[in-house]
């Protein structure tokens, strides 16, 4: 079974610096893709960036860039120059498959991220 | 945007009554999943749908059934509502097997 385990509740950064939010995951697929979602006070969730288990560079998009360790299980997420409108909670997944071969996500818990002025 | 749509967007209800959520997509993609949502739990996945009539439980699935008799349509029934499942219910697709999710506004559902 697939697991993911992101172990900061709460994350705190000042306005324009980087940050970094941990997310180990538990798979026994060889392919698998993870990602990165955020959540704001408006409830709706949007995607930021994917990562494939086979690919060999890690995924970037703009300011969010995913620092993959496949040997760790590691999928961090990097926000450089934090904004204000960063405040929110960030989700990582990862999509792997089912006993009867279909695809699934599974979530970790979440990181409630806040950046200060 | 996915063309997906929830509805209703809020309900509440009382225990022990039946609750129908729908999620209905535009696009007909083979993949549909319904989350729950709670404080301190992340997202948990309910049920999910890979064809029509092909469904499978997921990781909370107990008091939860789900149907899927056209493609674009996936509902989630609640037979017997109680106040755990007061919750913000999300559904979601997968475009592709590269494609990230793509999810619904969100339903709140609150069981008094």
């Known amino acids: 079974a697939q697991k993911i385990t992101q172990t900061q509740p709460g994350m705190f950064v000042q306005e324009k610096e980087a940050v970094t939010l941990d997310c180990t995951y538990d798979?026994?697929?060889?392919?698998?893709?993870l990602f990165w979602y955020k959540q704001p006070s408006s409830g709706e969730m949007i995607f930021l960036i994917y990562q494939g288990s086979y690919d060999e560079q890690n995924a970037t998009e703009g300011r969010y860039s995913l620092n993959f360790q496949k040997a760790r299980k590691s999928a961090n997420l990097v926000i450089s120059a934090s904004q204000l409108g960063d405040s929110a909670m960030y989700f990582c997944?990862?999509?792997?498959?089912?006993?009867?071969?279909?695809?699934?996500?599974?979530f970790g818990k979440g990181t409630k991220l806040t950046v200060n002025p | 945007d996915a063309g997906i749509t929830q509805s209703p967007r809020h309900k509440v209800t009382e225990t022990g009554t039946p609750v129908t959520l729908r999620c209905h997509q535009t696009e007909n993609h083979r993949y549909m999943y319904w989350y729950r949502q709670d404080p301190g739990h992340g997202l948990r996945l309910i049920h999910y749908?890979?064809?029509?009539?092909?469904?499978d439980k997921g990781e909370v699935s107990d008091g939860y059934s789900v149907s899927r008799s056209k493609t674009e349509d996936f509902l989630l029934t609640l037979e017997s509502a109680t106040s755990s499942q007061t919750s913000v219910y999300f559904c979601a697709i997968i475009k592709s097997l590269k494609s990230e999710a793509f999810f619904g506004q969100g339903t709140r559902l609150t069981v008094v």
């Open positions: 997944a990862m999509r792997g498959l089912t006993q009867g071969g279909s695809e699934k996500l599974v």
């Open positions: 798979t026994s697929d060889q392919s698998y893709g």
């Open positions: 749908s890979y064809g029509v009539k092909d469904t």
